[in-house]
């Protein structure tokens, strides 16, 4: 059976598979910072090589900001055809002094749970696990001379800033990018040595606001009580964001179409998921925050959030400044979850704020990307077979489960392609993702090449009728 | 009358004067920031040599922090003995961008009021007004050979950085320093050519937090929701600092102490200072912010403060990270008045933040200085002579006035050498003080040093008896 022989291929040919991971992890693609667009581009053309090499037809695609990277390979006559997502951008890397090695010089090291650890910015999002899946179709295509179905890969650079160019791009090439299914690889397990794949994913609305009070910065002795500090307004106004009893978001409207979680849904999630205090526990905290009567697991599988993503006024360096600062920002971000409306609650955010301004005051505001929630639909027919690919692969049962995160491209390419999206990946909660120190797994890394090649193996049992 | 020869000799010898004070401008001697203690030395060093050259003893003094500058110059035998107080250090100059000019470049442009501005930082705190006083001591040698009283000059470098070593230098050298009053030049007029003395001046406590949460940066959309935000949370505890409705602080104890302000004093300034609008309107404010039921000149001169100087956490920077921080930081100041206890109060905003930690999350403070508020007693015998010798310079009655700012030297010279002060300083509401284009108007410069030439002849006539 020759999925044997593109297993051993895979196992065989790991190291070289670590050292062409290492090669594109170095390449420091930070998407929204303008300065790295070279890099970004670099990664880009790195990954077209990289797929010209395995044997698809690939080129890089330009697009109004970060360009694409489309690849294809045939696969046999009849055999289902799938779109394989990822993204080569990563982000910032600040604070850069909490790193114990340079973020884009990777390394390899002994992790607390005794695995190795592929430590550097993008070992697990997402650049480890796009390359699990090109790994996988290197190996497949060594073993047989071809894949067993036909691929087409899409890898964007913008995931990390907004993502603006994604959906028209689809539009424009429908017809080159649809297949029967997309595998989406941005997602985790359920924990270590669990597989799982993702069917709930949140949405994301991300705010700046710039709060200006004085024409300049002023002297608090002079001026302070009598003229208005910017900062205390923008503390006020981000302090009623959320309800201190309870915890929920206070914008008019916000929870309109989050859906009630099924009671045997949360009764399941109890038995596979980690208490608070589990979760909580090795980010070094015991209390879960936000809304009062979910789950911390809950809260981030299918409650919608508010977070304060960033805020920055006044005097912040070493010592003390006197000063009543002109303006002060803050960066907020919404997750998203059932049919909540993204523009409705930047409309609703922003008239917070502007209720909240007194008539001498001003605020501006920068979008930050919009995508709604989406559900992949559990009777989708490529979903089970997956699922015991997985299982036979990790020795474990794969678990279906929701995740905190955003990826807009399941909603976008069922928006612009109609197709549905299976969200396979092998991130783990311990990875550091937008955190100094990101890693992954050595074992994610080789077992996920490997899960990948058996996962396009069974879903060529699903060939269109 | 020899008062005469020096006004003509301070006329004649402007230029000089002002290419001295340039000097002056153009050393960095930004006290709170450590890289440039070798420019507060700098500074210390060239006010030594200036002082030599006019004709006093001086020397640069040592302090476990930046150097003190102290110079001697006897008068007649019986004439008063008057000690003058200045500070060399500056504020820190960010924004930098928002500058015309560089701010350790002095240039001289003509202002909106059609006077010509010295603008450079610390051209009107406090080198530009110590200036007028080494200006005048000048004047005075050049027209007499000598001063009309002896005078000790003591200039420190940390003013602008909590200034702890001022009390035990001014306690270690209680004989050297000790004089019958202090001449403090470091405050405004009541507006431009209305000459004043300032005879209360806030206290000031100031306070950096940090608050921790998770032990190191998350992504706020695994963990958005259920883990707490510090940024979130520093804002709910400096929200509370105020009642929204009244303004109010809310620390507990926080207003014991506070004086009222008699009705005929609330008159009288309402009569000859400007109205909440006139006050607001030149940095682009209309509404008074703070204490309800008080005007915006009370609120500086009479009414204790509270006001964030400075925020910061997460991502800052251009484009967007879904982040959910670590830490967040703030500084806060308070400005005191009548018996405030800067300790008491100190010790009530730690409570206050504690009281709003949850049990997983932790705060660090720092403390930036502390002194109580300081009123000089309106009957002091130099007092009348002086606004005197201002109105007969300014062709303009000098007003009794208090003012927002924190000069703890007040304080500590009535504690540690038991002597009243004079406040007297030729600044503007719009010198923009601790902001950007800092200037002082060549106007208050040159009758700053005519001022001084007159009041210490006017305190000839209050020899102790």
Chains 1, 2 share one sequence.
């Not at 993204?87 to 390899?108: G, N, R």
Request: hydrophobic share 40%; aromatic share 6%; with cysteine.
């Amino acid at each position: 059976m020759t999925v044997q022989a593109a297993l051993t291929q895979a196992d065989t040919g790991l190291d070289a598979s670590l050292s062409r991971l290492f090669d594109l992890l170095r390449i420091p693609s930070i998407s929204t910072q303008p300065e790295h667009a070279p890099d970004c581009r670099k990664a880009a053309e790195w990954l077209v090589d990289t797929l010209k090499e395995i044997g698809f037809e690939a080129s890089v695609r330009e697009t109004p900001g970060h360009p694409m990277v489309v690849g294809h390979a045939k696969g046999p006559e009849g055999a289902p055809h799938v779109l394989f997502y990822g993204h080569y951008d990563v982000q910032p890397v600040d604070p850069l002094d909490l790193w114990h090695s340079a973020p884009f010089e990777p390394v390899m090291v002994k992790g607390p749970t005794g695995d190795m650890e592929i430590t550097a910015r993008g070992a697990a999002d997402d650049k480890g696990q796009v390359m699990t899946f090109l790994e996988a179709c290197r190996a497949l295509k060594a073993a047989d001379g071809t894949l067993p179905l036909s691929v087409t890969v899409l890898i964007e650079g913008e995931e990390e800033s907004g993502g603006v160019n994604l959906l028209p791009f689809l539009e424009a090439n429908r017809d080159e990018l649809k297949a029967d299914v997309a595998l989406i690889c941005d997602t985790g397990m359920l924990a270590r040595g669990m597989p799982a794949i993702t069917t709930m994913l949140r949405g994301m609305v991300g705010e700046e606001v710039t709060i200006t009070c004085a024409n300049r910065d002023l002297h608090s002795g002079m001026y302070g009580n009598a003229a208005r500090n910017p900062i205390q307004l923008l503390c006020d106004i981000l302090s009623d964001l959320r309800d201190g009893a309870t915890g929920r978001v206070t914008l008019p409207g916000f929870y309109e179409g989050v859906p009630v979680i099924p009671e045997e849904t949360r009764a399941l999630w109890r038995k596979i998921g980690p208490t608070d205090q589990e979760g909580l526990a090795p980010v070094g905290l015991s209390l879960p925050a936000g809304e009062i009567g979910y789950t911390a697991l809950e809260q981030t599988w299918c409650r919608p959030s508010c977070e304060i993503n960033g805020i920055s006024g006044g005097y912040e360096e070493k010592g003390f400044k006197t000063v009543l600062p002109s303006k002060a920002m803050a960066k907020v971000s919404f997750r998203l979850v059932g049919d909540q409306d993204p523009e409705k609650i930047r409309a609703a955010f922003r008239a917070h704020v502007q209720a909240r301004l007194p008539a001498d005051c001003s605020a501006e505001f920068v979008p930050h990307g919009g995508s709604r929630a989406s559900i992949v639909s559990a009777n989708m027919p490529f979903l089970p077979p997956a699922l015991t690919a997985l299982e036979a692969e990790w020795q474990h049962p794969a678990a279906v489960i929701g995740c905190g995160g955003s990826i807009p491209v399941v909603t976008e390419v069922q928006q612009a392609l109609g197709m549905d999206s299976l969200l396979i990946g092998f991130g783990l909660e311990d990875d550091r993702v937008h955190s100094p120190n990101e890693k992954y797994d050595l074992t994610c890394f080789h077992k996920g090449i490997r899960s990948w090649i058996r996962v396009l193996y069974a879903l060529t049992g699903n060939a269109p009728q």
